[in-house]
Nanobody, 122 residues
Framework: QIQLVESGGGLVQPGGSLRLSCAAS????????MAWYRQAPGKQRELVAR???????NYEDSVKARFFISRDYARHTVHLQMNSLKPEDTAVYYC????????????????WGQGTLVTVSS
């Protein structure tokens, strides 16, 4: 069974920075896209940033030039560096990944982490 565990959330003042990390564990042969989503109270979950298998990254418009996604492909980890945080960034942040558990697996399994809370407040 493949699991994702996030870390790094917490309380930060507006303008501050946080770095979220997500590590995959279990039997993994390869990974495809890994991404960060967030869900604010009363709102739908939205994509924040995604990095594909070939290293291409895309971001939700409101976080461009403030948030940066990175991956360690060998360790199946993904990070989200969040700078210039705003109160509207407050949300539970979820890690998402697509994994093949063995060589001949058809397609990819989609796995979600349990979420980590980020609160931006003075």
């Amino acid at each position: 069974q493949i699991q994702l565990v996030e870390s790094g959330g917490g309380l930060v003042q507006p303008g501050g920075s946080l770095r979220l990390s997500c590590a995959a564990s279990g039997t993994i042969f390869s990974s495809s896209d890994m991404a960060w989503y967030r869900q604010a109270p009363g709102k739908q979950r939205e994509l924040v940033a995604r990095m594909t298998r070939d290293g291409s990254a895309n971001y939700e418009d409101s976080v461009k030039a403030r948030f940066f996604i990175s991956r360690d492909y060998a360790r199946h980890t993904v990070h989200l560096q969040m700078n210039s945080l705003k109160p509207e960034d407050t949300a539970v942040y979820y890690c998402n990944g697509q994994f093949a558990p063995w060589r001949n697996y058809k397609g990819y399994l989609e796995v979600w982490g349990q979420g980590t809370l980020v609160t931006v407040s003075s």
